[in-house]
C-alpha cells in the first residue's frame, strides 16, 4: 500500500493513500518518514523486533 506524509498544522501524518487512513501523528519529519519506512518494511516481509 502506498503511503504518503502530509503536514497539519505542527504535526507530520503518515497516511495510507488508498484508505485515507492515518497510520501516525508525529512531531518532526524525520519520525514519520521512519514510520513510514517501517510500514513499507512490514508490507514486504520485514521482521521487526524489539530493542
Known sequence: MPYKI???????????????KVKGTHDTYEKALAQMRLLYGVEHGMKVRKK
Open 6 to 20: 502530509e503536514k497539519r498544522g505542527d504535526k507530520y501524518l503518515t497516511i495510507n493513500k488508498e484508505t485515507k
